[in-house]
């Protein structure tokens, strides 16, 4: 009984313990899927180790391409996503306080140089795409807002995150319509922005909830702890630690009471 309450306890720590630091997550393959331009929809394919999990997605936005794979989103344009790359999921700012950030290659840091602090709205976002709720975007290929298509929906999502991160050529929701990094923005694309904007005001969102940045690099030391060649850092929704730790402690009643009255 006790050895078996320390393995569920274990178990729980475990888990949970990301939500506590950075740590590293292993490796992961892409694939650009229902993208246009340079950006996202990435489905991302945990593997080689990889501690990275897509059960906080929606049908629509896991297993894409390859099972327990999940789609994301680019924070950053001057870098570039590799293939196999190695993965640290960012918990805290440089600066120590707990906020997920993108590390180089981008607009908006906290004046360290290096952290770039993901922005609340750009979280709320990402929750309401991986969780199946963004209003107006093609998930099923039925046609979004105004019969846009899932590439339409996502590009104008990838060039609105780019904006509110200051990755250049845009700032807060003001997204314009010019090309930028073979994205390029409709009218209906504006207006479905805009509308995502206006859900935004009564959300009653602060903070970045479960979103957390996953820092891409083409090495990793797992000796010394550094990483080496930055590349393309991608979002992550994870799962919610709670509701994980409950499940276990649910099964370990239900162990404990199936060994009862064995």
């Given at each position: 009984?006790?050895?078996?309450?320390?393995?569920?306890?274990?178990?729980?720590?475990?888990?949970?313990?990301?939500?506590?630091?950075?740590?590293?997550?292993?490796?992961?393959?892409?694939?650009?899927?229902?993208?246009?331009?340079?950006?996202?929809?990435?489905?991302?394919e945990?593997?080689?180790?990889?501690?990275?999990s897509?059960?906080?997605?929606?049908?629509?936005?896991?297993?894409?391409?390859?099972?327990?794979?999940?789609q994301?989103?680019c924070?950053?344009?001057?870098?570039?996503?590799?293939?196999?790359?190695?993965?640290?999921?960012?918990?805290?700012?440089?600066?120590?306080?707990?906020?997920?950030?993108?590390?180089?290659?981008?607009?908006?840091?906290?004046g360290?140089?290096?952290?770039?602090?993901?922005?609340?709205?750009?979280?709320?976002?990402?929750t309401?795409f991986?969780?199946?709720?963004?209003d107006g975007?093609?998930?099923?290929?039925?046609?979004?807002?105004?019969?846009?298509?899932?590439?339409?929906?996502?590009?104008?999502?990838?060039r609105?995150?780019?904006s509110?991160e200051?990755?250049?050529?845009?700032?807060?929701?003001?997204?314009?319509?010019?090309?930028?990094?073979?994205?390029?923005?409709?009218?209906?694309?504006?207006?479905?922005?805009?509308?995502w904007?206006?859900?935004?005001?009564?959300?009653?969102?602060?903070g970045?909830?479960?979103?957390?940045?996953?820092?891409?690099?083409?090495?990793?030391?797992?000796m010394?702890?550094v990483?080496?060649?930055?590349?393309?850092?991608q979002?992550?929704?994870?799962?919610?630690?709670?509701?994980?730790?409950?499940?276990?402690?649910?099964?370990?009643?239900?162990?404990?009471?199936?060994?009862?009255?064995?």
């Amino acid at each position: 009984m006790k050895t078996f309450s320390l393995i569920i306890c274990l178990l729980c720590f475990l888990i949970t313990a990301p939500a506590m630091a950075d740590f590293y997550a292993g490796q992961v393959n892409y694939t650009q899927k229902h993208a246009t331009g340079q950006g996202g929809e990435f489905s991302l394919e945990p593997h080689s180790g990889s501690i990275l999990s897509n059960s906080a997605y929606d049908a629509f936005t896991r297993d894409q391409t390859t099972s327990g794979s999940f789609q994301t989103f680019c924070v950053e344009v001057s870098e570039h996503i590799l293939d196999n790359s190695h993965v640290n999921v960012s918990e805290k700012d440089v600066s120590g306080t707990t906020v997920s950030y993108a590390y180089e290659g981008g607009g908006g840091t906290d004046g360290s140089g290096f952290g770039d602090p993901l922005d609340s709205r750009t979280a709320w976002l990402y929750t309401q795409f991986a969780t199946g709720n963004l209003d107006g975007y093609d998930y099923d290929g039925t046609g979004g807002y105004n019969s846009l298509t899932r590439a339409q929906t996502a590009g104008a999502l990838q060039r609105l995150i780019w904006s509110l991160e200051e990755e250049g050529g845009g700032t807060d929701w003001d997204v314009d319509l010019s090309s930028y990094y073979g994205i390029d923005i409709n009218t209906d694309q504006r207006q479905l922005i805009l509308n995502w904007q206006i859900a935004y005001g009564p959300s009653g969102w602060s903070g970045i909830g479960n979103v957390r940045v996953l820092q891409l690099y083409e090495n990793y030391n797992s000796m010394t702890g550094v990483y080496d060649g930055f590349r393309q850092d991608q979002l992550y929704l994870t799962p919610v630690p709670g509701a994980v730790l409950l499940g276990l402690l649910g099964l370990g009643a239900a162990g404990m009471k199936l060994r009862r009255f064995a």
